[in-house]
Structure formats: C-alpha cells, structure tokens
C-alpha cells in the first residue's frame, strides 16, 4: 500500500479523549481527531482545569480568553470557503440584494453554530474532566477518559469534597444554558472557570 494511503490510528488514549470532547458521537470524535486546533483546545481545557486552584483572577480572565480563540481557530477555514463560495455567487449570479443577504445569513448561521459546536467541546471536556474526578476518587481508576491528566484528577479528586464535584458539575450545566440564551461566549467560559475554581479551594477531602 503507497505511503501516502495509510491513515494513522489515533492510539486508544486520543480515541478516549476525543468521544470525551465530542460528547460520544462518533462523527464528532473523527473530526475532532482530524482538527489540530479542536485538539488544543482540549489540552488548554485540560491545563486550565489543572491549575485553576492557583490561578488568580487575571489568569482566569486571560485562560477564557485563550480558550475562546482556540475555539474560533478553526473558524478561520470556514470563512475562507464562504469568501470563495460568495464570489462564485458574484460571478454567476451576479449581485442580486436578495441572494446576497440569503448567503451572507446562511454563512453567518454556519459560523454561529461552529462555534457552538467548539464551545460544547470545552464543556464536554470539562465535565469529562470531573467525571473522571470522581472515577478517580473512587478508586476506578480504569473508569478515567483523559488518561493523559490522571495524576491530576486524582490530586483533585483528593482536596475536593463530593459536594464541592457536584458545585463544578452545576457551573458547567449553568454555562450551557448562558450560551443556549445567547449570553457572550467569553462571560460563559470566564463565568464557569471562576464558579469551578470556588469548588476546587474546598480543601476536604474525599467524603
């Protein structure tokens, strides 16, 4: 088989990784494999989740901000592709108002939805990221998805009580309706972080 036939297989620990991110949908999970800025996305999550409990408050604000642009990255192709497809349009159809306006909505729509769809993926990890805090805390160890961030869970896992999981776990349910309501991606993101960073100082242990 030529070289260039050969698709590599992403190892079990990106696999695991990815259904996290994508939620369990597999089409989601191959293109998040597929796409280098989604993948950094998640490893910031991962590291911002991380560190969160030493972080001060300009360090959360820039993290979100991080987060956000790691999210839109991938936006930047899409828009390339709608600026050649509107030229088309130009050239074929010439500048008629009401096929404009109908193209420009739809481009709109679809970057609009991308970014949702990459804002779901931090908040998947997010809560797969907690998850696997309790998996870790409870001992099940082989339960964990991100495998790559184990020793980190289970740090957290060790200083947060299950209460203060279930606080970080309603931060992460709070920022999916803010974002569902339209509120600004940026105040979501920097709204969750805060709110799971006042549940990661609990500083009991494992209850």
Not at 47 to 76: E, F, H, T
Not at 81 to 91: G, H, N, P
Not at 105 to 123: D, N, V
Request: glycine share 4%; charged share 30%; aromatic share 4%.
């Amino acid at each position: 088989m030529p070289e260039s036939s050969k698709t590599a297989m992403p190892s079990e620990d990106a696999a695991l990784a990815a259904l996290a991110a994508s939620g369990g949908v597999l089409p989601r999970a191959i293109e998040f494999l597929r796409t280098p800025a989604r993948r950094e996305a998640r490893d910031r999550m991962i590291a911002v989740l991380r560190d969160l409990g030493v972080m001060d408050g300009r360090d959360v604000l820039v993290s979100a901000r991080d987060l956000l642009r790691l999210v839109r990255a991938p936006l930047d192709e899409i828009k390339e592709r709608q600026e050649i497809e509107l030229r088309e349009r130009i050239e074929f159809m010439g500048r008629a108002a009401g096929s404009m306006k109908e193209a420009e909505l739809q481009h709109k729509r679809e970057l609009t939805a991308r970014e949702r769809e990459g804002l779901a993926e931090l908040l998947n990890v997010t809560e797969s990221w907690l998850r696997d805090v309790v998996a870790a805390s409870s001992g099940a160890t082989d339960l964990v998805a991100n495998r790559d961030a184990i020793d980190d869970v289970s740090a957290a896992g060790a200083c947060m009580a299950s209460a203060a999981v279930e606080d970080a776990f309603q931060a992460v349910r709070r920022a999916r309706r803010r974002v569902s309501y339209n509120v600004s991606p940026q105040l979501a993101v920097e709204a969750m972080l805060f709110e799971i960073q006042e549940a990661r100082t609990c500083p009991r242990s494992w209850e």
